[in-house]
């Protein structure tokens, strides 16, 4: 993607620094993502977007007034971390509570539950409202697994218009949710997108083809066929569309707002083209498009695509639509002068430094490291030399069906989670305490659905082990179990839904059965490590039934699902050559 040579692990975060300076009236740069220039005045509830980079304007170019608050910006296609959702929500919120919305994707709905609460634990009350307006990934009756695409615009346009309001909380969250339901898109994609840095584009699509049902993030359409002209295309859009009108609204009483949204490479004038036909055939079908927008709301990098959404009004919802709104990428109307006065600036911190190649030694002003500390450190090491190997291998399997990010995702958690380790170590903290800021940190770092479930496993780990002073085999055991049931809280998957959960968890049987049978802690652990791999292996004849790649399912059937296979890595490297987390040297080396 793009054309000058760009460091694609700061692509993201560069991207947003020279957005705010680009919009120095509407925004100001804070850790985590935007705020408003101006804080929203005291007692107005804070309405909070966000999800992956990539997508301009959304979501960052939403944030102004009448419209959003705040937005978490996350990397590249990754959901943000539940830290920066806390980060931006502490610095927007004044009193009367978030509204936090966004599509739902595995990922972000993980980062921002978990930052949500965390904020309630601040005392701030917090509502969710995800986003599932794309027809094509889930049928009606399970709206609540689709994604969330460029019908967000309705979502977060009528939240931030009720906020602006002055209305309390809960009605700000039962209009985003009704907006939310009266909401339908469908999308169509051309080309594939290419991430900053790579030389491949995620996926491709055949020319003279279209993928119909494309996903914002590139993952791939549901189904594919001949390249049309604009009217068919239209013709096939709008039917499709008008299909599922929500059921209380009359045939007869349709009134629409109509979103034509060009996917980042598609030229405006051939949106008009497009944006002509989707009118006559609507027109002919007798049905009111009381407003619309043509132009790009949401983008998918460079991926040359166009999505058609449809908002059903009715008097409510009509007058949080047309009401003013002043952001960068959306304006209408004349709002009304600020109510509040000029508002103090929020102090500004600095966004974190992404972690990179971290010393190999230890900490500068190290306290010694004890035994334990050192075979900590040693494992935190030698995964993430396994994660830098299998960068591209991990992203490759990840972009079959997914979003093609695991691999970076993973080596980012890792990198957090390893220069964390060190910190805490530093400081003298027990291994409970390292491994409990180390799940912070790889969370904060490693983005998507998988640094929130490494996140909470490491965290869980290190919970159940706080309470001991000397760690035994079967005290191992406990906090790989632990580790476990945080993946399977988290994230609800079962065991042969094709997830990490085929590893972690023949890996933590075979553990307490080799423990049970006599074995000692280092082969026992080398003995699940190496059931842990066989069973990631056999994963590729299975059919993902958990996020992004489950709609992709049989494009899936002969790969391994990529977080079970590095996490058969992780545990691999954290096993061979184990020197024992009780401090006292390997009996294996020592014999
Ligand atoms: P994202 O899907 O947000 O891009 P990653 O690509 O980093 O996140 O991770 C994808 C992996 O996460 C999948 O291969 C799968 O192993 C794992 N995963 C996804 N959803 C779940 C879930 N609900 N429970 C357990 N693991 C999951
Ligand atoms: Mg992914």
Known sequence: MGYLPTDPANFASEAIDGFAAAYPRHVRRIDGGVMRLAPIPTGQVGVVVGGGSGHYPAFAGLVGRGLAAGAVCGNIFASPSAGQVVRVGSAVERGAGLLLTFGNYAGDVLHFT?????????????????????????????????????????????????????????????????????????????????????????????????????????????????????????????????????????????????????????????????????????????????????????????????????????????????????????????????????????????????????????????????????????????????????????????????????????????????????????????????????????????????????????LAAGQSLAQATEIGPNDVAAAFGAALQAVIDLGQAAPGDKTMLDALQPFCLRLRADLEAGLDLAQALQNAANTSLAAATATADLLPQRGRARPHGQRSLGHPDPGAMSMAYCLLAASAGYVGLHGVADPAQAS
């Open 114 to 458: 978990l930052g949500a609460e965390r904020l309630r634990r601040q005392g701030i009350d917090v509502r969710i409202v995800t986003v599932t307006d794309d027809i094509a990934s889930a049928p009606i009756d399970q709206q609540e697994l689709r994604r969330g695409i460029a019908g967000g615009l309705a979502v977060y346009k009528v939240a931030g218009a009720a906020a602006e309001a002055g209305l309390p909380l809960d009605e700000v969250e039962r209009l985003a949710r009704k907006a939310n339901g009266r909401t339908r898109t469908l999308g169509v994609a051309f080309s594939g997108c290419t991430l900053p840095g790579a030389d491949q584009p995620l996926f491709e699509v055949p020319s003279g083809r279209m993928a119909i049902g494309m996903g914002l993030h590139g993952e791939p359409g549901l189904s594919e066929g001949p390249l049309t002209e604009a009217g068919p295309l239209a013709a096939l859009l709008v039917e499709r569309l008008l299909a599922e009108r929500p059921a209380d609204v009359p045939e007869d009483e349709q009134r629409l707002v109509v979103l034509l949204n060009g996917l980042g490479c598609f030229k405006y004038e051939e949106l008009f083209v497009l944006f002509g036909a989707v009118n006559r055939e609507l027109q002919g079908r007798g049905v009111v498009m009381a407003d619309c927008e043509c132009g790009e709301l949401v983008t998918s990098l460079d991926m040359a695509g166009v999505s058609l959404s449809f908002f059903w009004l009715d008097g409510e919802l009509e007058g949080f639509w047309n009401a003013a709104a002043d952001s960068a990428a959306y304006r209408r109307g004349q709002l009304a002068a600020e109510s509040d006065g000029p508002q103090p600036r929020p102090t500004q911190r600095p966004e974190p430094e992404l972690p990179s190649g971290l010393p190999s030694g230890p900490p500068t002003q190290p306290a010694p490291l004890t035994p334990v500390q050192q075979a900590l450190l040693a494992r935190f090491k030698a995964v993430e030399e396994e994660l830098q190997e299998r960068v591209e291998e991990l992203g490759g399997l990840d972009a079959v069906a997914g979003d093609g990010d695991h691999g970076l995702g993973m080596l980012r958690g890792i990198r957090g989670a390893r220069e964390s380790a060190i910190g805490a170590c530093g400081r003298g903290c027990g291994p409970g305490e390292v491994l409990m800021e180390a799940g912070e940190a790889w969370s904060d770092h490693g983005g998507g659905t998988s640094g929130a479930l490494w996140g909470g496993a490491l």
